[in-house]
């Protein structure tokens, strides 16, 4: 099993589309969670960070369900600069020297 | 947010050749970076660990004899690729933590490396 997983896609919605990404990850020990968005051939940019009782930024919700080892992101009405790879990133547990592992994204195409 | 620069942007090389790529911390001091490599529809994967004044920690599977590392001062860390090859082509990372901790690492903006 992947350490951390998701849902390639791409998913293409129209503007003002409310889009959902799921992740899954394996180790159960992993401390702090994140979500990056990646655009084409950039380097991965922080979008939020994701805590324990859910937080929301703007049009992005963020939420954490431990037990189930799964994070997810809402964007709601989306826009076309939305248009980008999402990468759901796990800090691994102690010993790890802060390491972050990325999933390969999943990629999020915004028409008009 | 902290600045982090990568040069080159890119690189084109001949096979056999070795090829310097430079990651600064422009208005931090960064006691730790990291070096990714990332190939096409592919996640950013840690290639090593870099601390200031001391040998990387290399990830299972890469060559630390072919990435040499080197992270000389708190603002500066190279990776050499030595006797590129193709395969060796890919998009390289840099990134670097504050010293208050390892929460939140800031990206440089990647060197893309082709390898003829």
């Not at chain 1, 324990?52 to 600069?81: M, P, V």
């Not at chain 2, 690189?11 to 790529?21: A, D, L, P, R």
Request: include cysteine; charge should be positive.
């Amino acid at each position: 099993r992947k350490e951390v997983e998701q849902d390639p896609g791409p998913f293409n919605v129209p503007e003002g589309a409310t889009v959902a990404f799921n992740c899954t990850y394996s180790n159960s020990a992993s401390q702090s969670f994140f979500w990056y968005r990646q655009d084409c051939r950039k380097e991965p940019k922080l979008l939020m960070s994701v805590y324990s009782s859910g937080n929301e930024d703007g049009r992005f919700t963020a939420q954490l369900n431990r037990a189930s080892q799964y994070i997810s992101l809402l964007i709601r009405d989306s826009k076309l600069s939305d248009s980008a790879t999402y990468l759901c990133v796990v800090k691994g547990g102690p010993g790890s020297q802060g390491n972050l592992i990325f999933g390969k994204g999943t990629k999020l195409s915004v028409k008009p | 947010g902290a600045v982090v620069s990568q040069h080159p942007s890119w690189v084109i090389c001949k096979s056999g050749t070795s090829v310097k790529i430079e990651c600064r911390s422009l208005d931090f001091q960064a006691t730790t970076m990291f070096w990714y490599r990332q190939f096409p529809k592919q996640s950013l994967m840690l290639m090593a660990t870099s601390n200031e004044g001391s040998k990387a920690t290399y990830e299972q599977g890469v060559e630390k004899d072919k990435f040499l590392i080197n992270h000389a001062s708190l603002t500066l860390s190279t990776l050499t690729v030595t006797s590129a090859h193709p395969e060796d082509s890919s998009f390289y990372i840099c990134s670097a933590s504050l010293p208050t901790g390892l929460e939140t690492q800031y990206f440089g903006p990647g060197t893309r490396l082709l390898v003829l």
